[in-house]
């Protein structure tokens, strides 16, 4: 498998060669050359690839062939014939994305030019053992592909976003402190079994930081993602590489963008680890929750080891914050939005970021006092402010941000990175 490379920097340098045993590569290149620049033409091409025009010319033809790319018009520069102008046909190949959170199942299609069309949620099983999620996971995906009408032989592949730690070699977790009833579960091979599909596993909180990048690429990408659901991760993006860590070597697990340790609160409770105030210990969803019952803000009885139920007490608890102003709501939110300020501000002075994005399945409950406190708290504390600005902002793609995230990581490696999967003949 070639390294995972979701990255602008690195893949738009990548030139062609005219070599005829690499002509699936070149192919691979050039459609993802032109996904990247619609409206391109055949000599921008050539100069963008070095390929010659005959290679190139071929090169085309067999994408229009195949469907997966198609003439959007010509364009007349200066003398001689108008000049034809190519886009990907965004029908001609379609991803899924899976996110298993402990609280819903989140599904989307991505189109080959990397539109959600379709989405689905569902609130995970009650008993969440992985064969009830799995039987789900199939009749979700089966009546989401017959609401889109899309022919399952157009997917390339299923991307999976999960809760870590991921052993990422076999594509499984490996016991997730969060999914009761998981052990060591082979996501990859147990779900390319059941539907028949190319699939492709990440840790939520990476793919989460995948498809923010993917939505709206930038020139420079640094960033960190601090993805907010039953746990608390971040991911990271770096010079436009998505950082997987020592954890994606063979046979470990990958613990990477583990926050939980990371100082929320300085003067909050101790934690196992000898720490105080650890995002673990202060800044969990559940843990917010109990504080909230405690303080007689909610009601008390909620089984806050159940995600389904800490997910709904928090909405709750955001919601007599925002619409009844309640001092003591206000107030626990406040104390977990300076706690992520914090974390992010740690991220951003350790890896030197451009942006910290908030996201994930409860961003929604967090949102409002996050953007009136984060921003400001991030910079006042950022030591690099005098060079530069770290920008805070919500994720732009909203609550299937992780799910879109994997479906971009899957058509990214089986049409964009693998040219072993595009058979065109
Ligand atoms: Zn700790």
Known sequence: MTPRSLGTTERSARRGT????????????VLDLIRRSPGTSRS???QRTGLTMQTLSNICQRLVAAGLIRESGRVRSGVGAPRIVYEVEPTGRYSLGLHIDPARLSLVLLDLAGSSVHSSTVATPESPGPSHVFDLIEEQIGALLTEAAVA???????????????????GAVVGPPLLPGWGHVHLREQLAQR???????????????IGEVWAAPREAENLAFLYLGTGVSAGLVLDGQVLRGSGSAAGRLSHLGNIGHLTADPDGERCACGGRGCVAVASLPAGIVEAAIARGVLPEGADTRDARVVEASLAELSRRAEADGDPVATELLEVAARGFA?????????????????????WPAFAPACLRLVPGLVNEQYVARADHEVEVRGTAIGGHVGAVGAASLAMSETIFDAPGQLYLG
């Open 152 to 170: 399952p032989e157009l997917v390339a592949a299923l991307g999976v976003a999960t809760p870590g730690p991921l052993d990422v070699e076999h």
């Open 44 to 46: 921008d091409l050539v």
């Open 195 to 209: 539907l028949a599909l190319t699939v492709v596993v990440e840790k939520d909180s990476t793919a989460a930081a």
């Open 18 to 29: 005219n070599l005829p045993r690499v002509a699936e590569y070149n192919q691979v290149l």
């Open 342 to 362: 914090r974390v992010g501000m740690q991220l951003a002075n350790l890896l030197d970021l451009d942006s910290i994005v908030l996201g994930g399945p409860q």
